[in-house]
């Protein structure tokens, strides 16, 4: 059975700081319903570090053969970052209204061009049905008086 160490008391510490701080509901807002019926969920980015660390040492003033003294510390950070609004209209149609940060890596700058690069492959989709339903409606009278 191993014995039972400070640090471990610390590091348990920590995460349960870091789980009281960061949930689902951080990441995934909750969902803001406008006058109009249209709703808003925001999207975060969320990033955390911790650290934890200590010593052990003989203190004067203990008798030889006593435990030794446990000094030590633990610490964490937490950073939430708005990245997007997920943006539902009452006609059931979705966007997705980016946030223009900075990004700091090439993942980052990535995952920002998504949104976009949706939107652009929707409308262009929706661009093309719409060219092809009108050269149908134009094709049919011609093909009707012959």
Do not use: W
């Amino acid at each position: 059975m191993s014995e039972h160490h400070p640090i471990s008391d610390l590091m348990t510490e920590t995460m349960s700081k870091i789980k009281e701080m960061v949930d689902v509901n951080t990441i995934i807002g909750s969902p803001i319903v406008a006058a109009d019926g249209t709703t808003v969920i925001p999207v975060s980015k969320v990033s955390f570090g911790f650290g934890a660390g200590g010593s052990e040492f003989a203190s004067k003033h203990a008798a030889s053969g006593s435990p030794l003294a446990f000094g030590g510390g633990s610490g964490a950070g937490v950073t939430v970052s708005p990245v997007c609004f997920l943006v539902i209209g009452k006609d059931g149609s979705a966007n997705i209204l980016g946030i223009n940060a900075q990004a700091s890596d090439t993942v980052d700058r990535l995952v920002e061009m998504i949104p976009g690069a949706i939107n652009k492959v929707s409308n262009f989709v929706s661009g093309f049905k719409g060219k092809t339903e009108d050269a149908a409606e134009v094709a049919e009278p011609l093909s009707g008086d012959e």
